[in-house]
């Protein structure tokens, strides 16, 4: 990082990329920026002008007002421009993306890529790939700017959405009360939202869809994780009936394009239940707003055009606020602008070896008798110890025999399941004669396997060295584990060879690291 400009280089893969600061930061700098427009003013503070900077626009999914915006953004900057389509490139006919990078890379002093995909977390893994090779030959690492990808996130489509809002209020940041309404399982624009709305100190987030396009769980746990007071309604008749409306509502289409061949057959009726009706009109509260990232269906808007030229209309402005806020996101990424930027960065990854304690024992600490199970004793060896404490027997068995998979412990050995202390408690214990000690890496997927066990080194009937080993921040680097989102870049054969990486996100729950989805602990492994 930069540190004259901490946000030169940034790549914004995900809305989180920026912190709250930062966010607020490029709204406050869009707004100066449209002002001076309006008023013709000067705007060279704002301007790149630099036309050895590439700025390369990959489109492989459709796209009209992302495209367009950052084309004419990038214009307004006097860069060098490229505009790929999915229909005219390589990319369709399975080129890989990371060589038609790096060749585009290599036409520019520096590059911006702004990517569309169907696959989820592509920019991440590009970020990643990429600046590898920047550093290997010696140039800037390009930034990656996610268009969008799959049902994943659009964040500069959420920068944009709240700069309007706060447009809206007259930049009054202190309360949002918001519904959101349409297709929230599959917009993306909506999944950004769990994040961006964080702008608002305070914020309420009516949920207006039907079951089968309700938001995902876990984007509804980020919301309530952030503090934000969520509720849901099935439809906008039922919305209606409550007592406390929303002035702002967000509407998005129905991305049939997405959706499995069952819930499109109900399409009609799914559209039915967010789509505005006349009747509605005189329950709405007063100077109500409605937004839209659009585009709208030609037929069957969801919005419907009989209120294109009412003051509802919030969802032209909003998109030419596409333009501005893009002129000032390439601004900040390039290092034009964000050397006056004051206030926090993104919270750094977690450490990752805070899960390995060593135990001091003392040489004469003898081996316990509870470790004498099985048909031979642990004079010297290993004992594996707690594993899965506490967890039904079955539970126990499972992750006694997946440890012994794992590591790869195909040597002489007992193992068991045992009462505790507690004789209602039950664990598991591996112990293994012929191991005299662990590596680091068998030491980590030991933790990421069996979280809360303790590794005991025995020589001369004394234990030796003694770990307790808990839930890792971090578990990647095993071919035992896989993302189960076969949207994501990791998923064999999507994309070029990207490693599943999970972060610990509370409790047992992993997120991938690409792609954002949440599983089990136990679903990320392939055993
Ligand atoms: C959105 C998108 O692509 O996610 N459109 C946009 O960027 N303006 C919403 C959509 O496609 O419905």
Redesign the pocket.
Known sequence: MNKENPLHGRTLAVVGDLSVDEQRYLYLKTRGLKEAWKARGDLDQYRINDPELGVYLMFLED?T??KESFRNAASFHNVKLNVFDAASSSFRKSESLVDGVKMLFGYSRRSIFVMRTRMEGVCRALEEQLGDYADRIGRERPVFING?DGRHE?PT?EYLDEFTFLEQRDWDDSHLHVALIGDLQN???VHSKADGMKAFRSVKVDLVAPQELALPPSYKARMEDNGFEVKEWESIEEYLKGGDVSDTWYF??L?LERMGDEVRERESELRRAVTFRREFLDRLPEHSRFFH???RHREKPVIPSFLDDTPLNGWEEQSINGYFTRIIELAMVAGQLGSDFEGDSPASEPEEESFITEVPVTRTTKVEDRFKVGIKPVDEGTVIDHIAKGQPESEIWNRVDKVRRILNLNVRGSHGVFHTNDPREFKGIISLPDIREFGHTELKKLAAVSPGCTLNIIQDRSVRRKYRLSMPPKIYKFSEISCKNTECVTFPGAYQHVQPHFFRTGGETFTCRYCGKMHAYGDIWDL
């Open positions: 796209s007002r992302t969008g659009h489509q917009g993306r624009t998005t289409r991305q990232p659009l585009p």
